[in-house]
């Protein structure tokens, strides 16, 4: 069941008090409208009536696909790691096995959509990611202030992503093969942190700490000579 409120928001440039429309919970199942809001990036589009002004209004929404059994929680403001983990496990049990994330942006909302709809694996996902950013960074000699998993394609073996540079140029698309994806799935399965029944953040900081783990894992191997 999606969840709908309304507030009275001032606008920022003429002060008008806009009656708005907020959804605080998103049922993909129940409002499949509201999933193509998301998807095309006008669910959180604000307009005033009275003076034109348009912004985005990003407020606290829970997303959740009963389908596909996942939920994405945006917390606007601040990245998702500020957010303190809810364990959900004593209050809601039917959780369980419900793959849930927070994310700060209804760009990382719209991206962990399509990796689940993808039927791919977030973790893995976020590691290629983070090795095609590494080497955007030392092409540009800059830092990847943002990138978005785009599309999966199995028979094309291709996946990829969008990358926005730092200092505001045009976004990048980059692609690699699946085979990258598969390898960094081995990675992600061999690591992937106990999540318990909480929401928690899947992202690049998430990636680097993974490699760093696998990297000296495999070191520590080399040197016991495994
Ligand atoms: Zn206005």
């Excluded at 992202?203 to 990297?215: C, G, H, I, N």
């Amino acid at each position: 069941m999606s969840t709908q409120m309304s507030k009275d928001i001032g606008c920022p440039h003429c002060g008008a008090a806009i009656r708005t429309q907020m959804w605080p919970g998103i049922c993909a199942q129940d409002n499949p409208e509201l999933r193509g809001r998301v998807l095309d990036e006008t669910l959180f589009d604000w307009k005033c009536p009275e003076c034109g002004y348009a912004a985005q209004f990003v407020y606290p929404c829970l997303y959740h696909d009963r389908e596909r059994r996942f939920m994405v929680y945006v917390v606007p403001n601040g990245s998702g790691r500020e957010f303190q983990p809810v364990d959900v496990g004593e209050k809601f049990p039917q959780l369980a096995g419900v793959k849930k994330r927070v994310v700060s942006s209804p760009a990382e909302l719209k991206e962990k959509i399509l990796i689940f709809e993808a039927g791919l694996d977030d973790y893995a996902v976020e590691l290629v990611k983070y090795a095609l950013a590494g080497v955007l960074d030392k092409k540009y000699g800059g830092k990847t202030l943002e990138g978005y998993f785009c599309f999966a394609d199995e028979g094309e073996n291709r996946i990829g992503f969008s990358f926005f540079p730092e200092g505001g140029k045009d976004p990048v698309l980059r692609k690699t093969s699946m085979d990258a994806y598969k390898k960094s799935l081995e990675i992600a399965k061999s690591r992937e942190p106990d999540e318990g029944n909480r929401f928690v953040p899947v992202d690049a900081l998430t990636a680097k700490d993974l490699l760093e783990e696998y990297r000296s894992d495999k070191e520590q191997e080399t040197q016991k000579g495994i």
